[in-house]
């Protein structure tokens, strides 16, 4: 019955998905419109679409596992970390909404005067973007396969086309089809947080039982190398996730300021539920199959599901996930394809028609969606390493590319950015590999070196501005 | 009410037609894995056959039939209904045991599911191919929509050819070029009808006028000279005031009646960098006073062009000085002369950064009389015009607040 109710929901998704999508070739679309929506995303939206895009399907399945193995740390790395980053977004708030700019390397490029800047940003954000794109497709298809014993190809190509379907349509599509996700999420991570908490007398039952049985899960000493290390992670999660373009390009394609500033002020409501719903699998889980391998993430995920859920909610998990996964990636791969066209290559091929030059440019936007979707995908075959590692080095780039550029305020640098940034990666290059540096460790590293260089910079490029105006 | 997109109706079509094909494919799997696993399900039976009827009584048959792989297609039936098969035990009982379709069904479903998964691709991808279907529809209609918008603003714009058209929408746009085209003649035409007809109205009245003013300003002319030597030292000034004034309206008669009545061009050999030159040096203090830059380009360097050099220096003056004029308040101006040879046309462009002419003046400022400035005639670029047409050229004007570019073509006559 499993597979009946497996494929039936699959097919029942696709079928929404499809409906509640839309068009791919808008009659009067232009960049703006593809990109941004004309800047006109209700609030309700704009909510909706916000907290469907954070929640993908490696925080999700990287958060259930690890709260089953390391416990409240966990909370204290992840949520922590990813919800302290939306108190930095009000910090760019005000200028990303007054900006005319449709891309964040454009944006941190007129920001700081500098057009090499918004290469070296967008090249960034492409290369991040791909790594993560494949990283949803390997997460997903791994555990479509562990659970439920579906082919991985099969798996990875049924994620990618349906990617492919919602991003076709630019921000317009991509925003009703993460309505959609997150209020299947939503069903389905309730509803197995329903079934886990349905096995014990009550929700509050499950931690006072895991406080007896695992009182290790639940010991923080902040003083101890372990929690240095989650804090740490939470420390580069605020970073990266506040430099994630993802989350500030719905900052600029709300309709409102009122509207942007009730999504960055109710999403985090939303996601606290969200979150409050998958500790209490975590730990439920921990109850009732305590002895689950959790080297590889993903195999420990599906093999946790399998001995705590019953088919139906199972498969309505599983659905949960194929839909955060289908909504992250689908604007990963928006922003890649954004980065690829409007900012690396830019306006080559100008026509002089404008309605020639905004439909050859769209048809090429589309074109680079499949190709970076379709790179992804065979990189997603590769086993490059363990997706959650992956996943950490990728927010790490974000954060040591971007942050900084995009909260720094603009100065007269003696050696712009494109020189800090440059030297930033150059070190990544040099001493990641010898030093063997965590992720984090190195993101905190490069960052403050490239501080450090644009203080100098800055100081330099000041004492030069002086004496060229006397 | 909304109406419904092509690229809706394309996808539905596209997604029922794939939506049987792909039923049909899996259909057809399923029935064939089904009748496979029933295959089996009967091989099964074989392998237990003779060890249940060798069975003294139904627990022990029963045992001996859920441990074998039978069990999974067979379920152990007490009853007269449904009855697929059954065996005769030593002790005489009946043990029967029926197909489990379910449990087949599901098996086989399971067997399928990466086949049913692949249809469920195929559906998607029929979508998709769906969407680039009615891309190629849509487009070249979204450009012909917007080439009559453009018509109707007054652009004569062409659609430019796409590789990727149907040989239909490629007939389509030329059928549109050749309109746009064949309408801005014939737009060109009207505009030269009525200006013939305002010309000729005019020139009537301009060349009665004229007379009229020429005949006692000839007298005024002729006695101002008589009269210059008896002028007193104190008079002097105000008797050149009146002579200097008469002297200009002279000019103003004789441009009125050159339009009015134009004379005919007197074709001869000349050299375009002697009409550069000349046109150079006079509007150098003008150039001086305005602060603005001149910039000459020809090429080649010197050729001799067949033409009326006195209409032609009359022309070039009147071009350079409406863009002095455009660039009165301007900052770093610059006045761009270009003359190039192109086999055998030639092209002069005068170019200026000056606040351009505005979009709704365009169509008129060819007209005689038509004039922005407080003290303007209106009869500069009208004496080009008919420069121009009088040696069988033609004008184009291209203007937006960056500045107006004249470019004006010569046929080698």
Redesign the interface.
């Known amino acids: ?1 499993e ?2 109710y ?2 039936a929901l ?2 029942l998704y ?1 079928l929404i998905t ?1 409906i509640v999508t839309g ?3 808008y ?1 009067k679309e232009d960049r703006r419109f593809f990109f941004l929506n004309f800047r006109q995303v209700p609030t309700g939206l704009s909510i909706f679409s916000f907290c469907a895009t954070w929640l993908g399907s490696i925080p999700i399945i990287g958060y259930i596992i690890s709260f089953y193995t390391v416990g409240e740390h966990a909370f204290l790395g992840e949520v922590i970390g990813w919800i302290g980053a939306v108190l930095l977004f009000p910090l760019l708030f005000s200028n990303l909404r007054n900006s005319h700019a449709l891309s964040i390397p454009q944006w941190i490029s007129q920001k700081h005067r500098e057009p090499e800047l918004r290469k070296i940003t967008a090249g960034a954000c492409l290369v991040v973007f791909l790594l993560f794109l494949s990283i949803e497709f390997r997460g997903f298809s791994s555990i479509i396969c562990s659970m ?4 991985r190809v ?2 990875s ?2 994620i990618y ?2 990617v ?2 919602t991003t ?1 349509g630019g921000l317009p599509s991509i925003v009703r089809s993460d309505a959609m996700n997150l209020l299947l999420m939503m069903v389905g991570l309730l509803w197995a947080c329903g079934m886990m908490t349905s096995q014990f007398s009550s929700p509050l039952e499950i931690p006072e039982r895991a406080k007896d049985l695992f009182p290790e899960l639940f010991r923080i000493d902040l003083l101890s190398p372990a929690s240095w290390y989650y804090i740490l992670g939470s420390l580069v999660s605020i970073v990266a996730v506040s430099s994630n373009p993802l989350f500030l390009t719905r900052i600029m394609a709300a309709r409102t300021k009122a509207g942007a500033m009730a999504m960055l002020t109710i999403a985090p409501f939303i996601l606290g539920t969200i979150y409050l719903a998958l500790t209490l699998y975590g730990l439920g889980g921990k109850i009732l199959a305590p002895g689950i391998d959790t080297q590889i993430t993903n195999f420990a995920f599906a093999s946790l599901a399998n001995q705590v859920l019953p088919p139906l909610a199972k498969t309505v998990f599983l659905l949960a996930v194929l839909a955060a996964c289908i909504s992250t990636a689908n604007s990963q791969l928006l922003i890649a394809s954004c980065s690829a066209c409007y900012d690396l290559l830019g306006d080559r091929g100008n ?1 002089p ?1 404008e ?2 030059h905004e ?1 050859r440019f769209l ?1 090429n936007v589309r074109l680079a969606i499949a190709i970076i979707a379709t790179l992804a995908l065979g990189i997603s075959f590769l086993e490059l390493s363990d997706i959650l590692l992956l996943n950490r080095y990728c927010f790490s780039f974000l954060g040591i590319f971007l942050f900084l550029p995009l909260y720094l305020p603009r100065k007269n640098l003696l050696f712009g950015w494109s020189a800090i940034l440059s030297s930033g990666t150059f070190l990544i290059l040099a001493t990641a590999y010898f030093l063997r540096l965590s992720p984090e460790q190195l993101m905190i590293t490069v960052l403050l070196l490239e501080f450090l260089l644009w203080n100098v910079s800055a100081l330099r490029g000041e004492k030069a501005h002086e004496t060229s105006r006397l | 009410m909304k109406h419904p ?1 092509f ?2 109706a394309i996808r539905l079509i596209l ?1 029922l037609p794939s939506l049987c094909v792909i039923l049909a494919v899996v259909a057809l799997a399923f029935q064939r894995d089904y009748a496979r696993e029933t295959r089996l399900a009967f091989e099964t039976l074989e392998n237990i056959k003779n060890p249940v009827q060798n069975a003294s009584n139904v627990p022990e048959a029963r045992e001996f039939f859920e441990k074998s792989a039978a069990a999974a297609y067979w379920t152990v039936q007490r009853g007269k209904n449904d009855i697929f098969t059954s065996f005769s035990l030593k002790n005489g009982e009946d043990f029967i045991l029926r197909l489990h379709t379910k449990a087949l069904f ?1 098996k086989t ?2 067997n399928q ?2 086949v ?3 249809g ?2 195929g ?3 029929a ?2 191919i769906g ?1 680039f279907f ?2 190629g529809f ?2 070249p209609i ?2 012909l929509i ?1 080439g009559c918008r453009q018509i109707s603003r007054g652009n004569w ?1 062409t659609i ?1 050819h796409s590789w990727n058209n149907t040989r239909e929408f490629t007939e389509m746009e030329k059928a549109f070029n050749r309109m746009s085209r064949e309408l801005s003649q014939w737009h060109q035409i009207q505009e030269q009808l009525y200006r013939v007809e305002h010309l000729a109205g005019l020139g009537k009245i301009v060349a009665g006028v004229a007379h009229e003013i020429r005949n006692p300003l000839t007298s005024i002319k002729l006695y101002t000279g008589l009269l210059e030597k008896h002028v007193s030292p104190e008079g002097k000034p105000y008797f050149f005031v009146i002579k200097e004034e008469s002297e200009r309206l002279n000019d103003t008669v004789k441009r009125y009646l050159s339009l009015a009545n134009p004379r005919a061009p007197l074709f001869a050999d000349f050299s375009l960098k002697e009409l550069f030159h000349w046109c150079s040096t006079v509007i150098e203090p003008h150039l001086q006073e305005k602060e603005i830059r001149l910039s000459l380009e020809l090429s080649p360097e010197n050729f001799s062009w067949k033409g009326d050099f006195s209409l032609y220096q009359q022309m070039m003056l009147n071009l350079v000085m409406n863009s002095l004029e455009a660039m009165e308040n301007k900052e770093n101006g610059i006045l761009e002369i270009q003359g190039l040879l192109e086999e055998e046309t030639l092209h002069i462009r005068v170019r200026d950064n000056g606040s351009g002419i505005p979009r709704e003046n365009l169509s008129q400022v060819m007209m005689p009389f038509f004039t922005t400035k407080e003290t303007g005639t209106g009869l500069g670029l009208s004496l080009v015009y008919s420069v121009v047409e009088a040696h069988s050229g033609n004008i184009s004007l291209d203007s937006s607040p960056a500045g107006t570019a004249i470019t004006l073509k010569f046929p080698r006559i």
């Not at chain 1, 439920?148 to 082919?151: L, Y």
């Open positions: 019955m597979t009946l497996q494929l699959f097919f696709l499809v068009n791919a070739f009659w439920f014993g579906t082919n099969v798996a190509i049924l086309t349906c492919l379907y076709f026509t028609l309605v020639y439909d048809f | 997109g690229e809706q997604a599901l479903l399971e599911k990466n049913i998964m692949t469920m691709i559906f998607v991808i979508l998709e969407m009615s891309y849509t487009r979204k450009r917007w714009v430019p």
